[in-house]
Nanobody, 114 residues
Framework: QLQLVESGGGLVQTGGSLTLSCAAS????????MGWYRRAPGKQREWVAT???????VLTDSVKGRFTISRDNAKNTVYLQMNSLKPEDTASYYC????????WGQGTLVTVSS
């Protein structure tokens, strides 16, 4: 059974930092590149970052230099370190495989105040 549990969101001021965590079931974590996605209010979900099983990373242009994706293979957990947060980063953040599976977790809400 697919399991994706995101945590770590919250309210932060512009310029602040947060670290998101995603605990995934081994069946998805060990067999796929993992990624973070986000959905801002009134917008469609968008891809943010990918990390391969070997640790190679790719990030969308808007977060390069500010966000870092990492994974702990022993814990089946993927992280998103977010620095220099901006109001436009406000969204619900989700993790999933890349490309994503049909099932999604509940997400974790990040709100950046100006």
């Amino acid at each position: 059974q697919l399991q994706l549990v995101e945590s770590g969101g919250g309210l932060v001021q512009t310029g602040g930092s947060l670290t998101l965590s995603c605990a995934a079931s081994k069946s998805i974590f060990s067999r796929n590149p993992m990624g973070w996605y986000r959905r801002a209010p009134g917008k469609q979900r968008e891809w943010v970052a990918t990390i391969t099983n070997g640790g190679n990373t790719v990030l969308t242009d808007s977060v390069k230099g500010r966000f870092t994706i990492s994974r702990d293979n022993a814990k089946n957990t993927v992280y998103l370190q977010m620095n220099s947060l901006k109001p436009e980063d406000t969204a619900s953040y989700y993790c999933n495989a890349v490309p994503p599976k049909d099932e999604w977790g509940q997400g974790t809400l990040v709100t950046v105040s100006s």
